[in-house]
């Protein structure tokens, strides 16, 4: 299998909220829902970088369409990191995120590896974290 990881599916419960928090929240670029036509094909998908798309669909539709039974919501599954370039970002970030309406679990601070981070639930629960490592270079 070649690392071809383009998109990253969110189960959410409440499709238009979930947008609104992405879209204004934390002011990622998305074109909005679009497959309302299609049973269980309303999907919003959010432009990230390098080609990489963040989706978020109906907790019931996107069960539907892999053919899994729901389950409950656990937000110690995974996280999503989310690198910025200095410390400052990782804390504008992290209030930004606050001000939409996610809830920090871990503030700030000056982690083992010398790097900085802070994490926060979205509305559904999945665990972000916000992260500058003094060892890796982004690219704008």
Do not use: C
Request: charged share 25%; no cysteine; net charge negative.
């Amino acid at each position: 299998m070649k690392p071809r990881v383009s998109v990253l599916t969110l189960a959410v419960d409440d499709l238009k909220k979930s947008l609104d928090f992405y879209k204004n929240g934390l002011g990622l670029p998305t074109e909005g829902i679009i497959g309302e036509e299609y049973d269980n094909g309303a999907v919003a998908f959010f432009d990230l970088q390098y080609g990489v798309k963040l989706g978020i669909w109906g907790r019931e539709s996107l069960a539907n369409e892999a053919n899994v039974p729901t389950s409950p919501r656990s937000s110690a599954e995974f996280t999503i990191g989310h690198n910025v370039a200095s410390k400052r970002e990782v804390d504008e970030v992290m209030q930004q995120a606050e001000a939409a309406g996610a809830e920090i679990t871990d503030h700030a601070k000056h982690t083992f590896w010398g790097g900085y981070s802070g994490h926060f639930l979205d509305l559904d629960g999945h665990l972000w974290e916000i992260v500058w490592n003094p060892e890796w270079e982004l690219e704008d």
